[in-house]
Nanobody, 125 residues
Framework: QVRLVESGGGLVQPGGSLRLSCAAS????????TGWFRQAPGKEREGVAC????????FYGDSVKGRFTISRDSAKNTMYLQMKSLKPEDTAIYYC??????????????????WGQGTQVTVSS
């Protein structure tokens, strides 16, 4: 059974930082490309970051490039998302899920039956 459990969300001021974690079970983050998506109120879910296990490449959404960093700890089978210089528009529920980047720069979840429960990130003064 695949289980993805996110943690680390919270309330942070603009310009602040947060680190999200995703503990995976039932899949290996070394074998299955895993990444992060987010959904803001009233908006569609969008891809944030993904580490491809096919070639080791890393995908970032245009709105987070240079501010967010995705990483993984193979020993803990855990994904991380370090978020810096946070903006109010980064406010969303962040989800961990399998991921795949398709042209032209879109991130999808190829296994939509597998989503974490999400963790809320609120950027506000």
């Amino acid at each position: 059974q695949v289980r993805l459990v996110e943690s680390g969300g919270g309330l942070v001021q603009p310009g602040g930082s947060l680190r999200l974690s995703c503990a995976a079970s039932g899949i290996s983050v070394d074998v299955h490309s895993t990444g992060w998506f987010r959904q803001a109120p009233g908006k569609e879910r969008e891809g944030v970051a993904c580490i491809s296990t096919d070639d080791g490449s890393i995908f970032y959404g245009d709105s987070v490039k240079g501010r967010f960093t995705i990483s993984r700890d193979s020993a803990k089978n855990t994904m991380y998302l370090q978020m810096k210089s946070l903006k109010p528009e980064d406010t969303a529920i962040y989800y961990c899920a399998p991921c795949h980047a398709v042209p032209p720069g879109i991130l999808i979840n190829p296994y939509p039956q597998y989503w974490g429960q999400g963790t809320q990130v609120t950027v506000s003064s």
